[in-house]
Structures are given as C-alpha cells and as structure tokens.
C-alpha cells in the first residue's frame, strides 16, 4: 500500500517562500509520475507540477518561474519549492503518485498554504 504525506504548509506573506515535502512509503525510485496538486476553496483541483521517472519536469503556467518540483530518491521525498508567493497561491497542496507495481494512484491527505497580501 502507497501512502503519501505532505508537510510543510503555513501562512506567508506575499512574495515570500516555502518549500512542500511529500513523504512517500514505497520507494519513488519507481514511480511513473509525481505531481503536486492545489485546490482553492470553490475551485477546482488543479495540477501545479510534475515529475517523471526521467526527471522531466512541467508546471502550470501559472506557477512556471516560482516554483521547482524536485526529487530525493535515497529520502523518498518530492519537493515542491515556492517562491515569490501570491495570495492566489492560497489552496490546500495535495501530492499525487502514479507507480509501475501499483494499480491506480494515490492522493496525500493535503497541506494548507495561505499567502496574505
């Protein structure tokens, strides 16, 4: 069984930083994909970004230039490194991963990230 768990959220203020982690149980070394995912009050789950088992990277347009996914494989942790953050950043972060031996794909519990302007 695969279970992610997020860490890391809190309160900022605008243009500040803060850096997500997801803690995986089962090795990232073979995951297919992992992503971070925001969800704002009365909006919809949207993809912020991903990384691939070839450690290709992509973003929402929204975040490209202030944010970084990255990966440790010998800690099973994936970052979510935020920078020049904007009020409408404010949304519970959710990790998600897709993996070879696992059928289907598994959600973390969210970590809330408010940014006050």
């Known amino acids: 069984q695969v279970q992610l768990v997020e860490s890391g959220g809190g309160s900022v203020q605008a243009g500040g930083s803060l850096r997500l982690s997801c803690s995986a149980s089962v090795s990232i070394r073979s995951v297919q994909a992992i992503a971070w995912y925001r969800q704002a009050p009365g909006k919809q789950r949207e993809m912020v970004a991903s990384i691939v088992k070839t450690g290709a990277t992509n973003y929402a347009d929204s975040v490209k230039g202030r944010f970084t996914i990255s990966r440790d494989n010998a800690k099973n942790l994936i970052y979510l490194q935020m920078d020049s953050l904007k009020p409408e950043d404010t949304a519970v972060y959710y990790c998600?991963?897709?993996?070879?031996?696992?059928?289907?794909?598994?959600w973390g519990q969210g970590t809330q990230v408010t940014v006050s302007a």
């Open positions: 998600f991963g897709v993996y070879t031996d696992y059928v289907g794909g598994y």
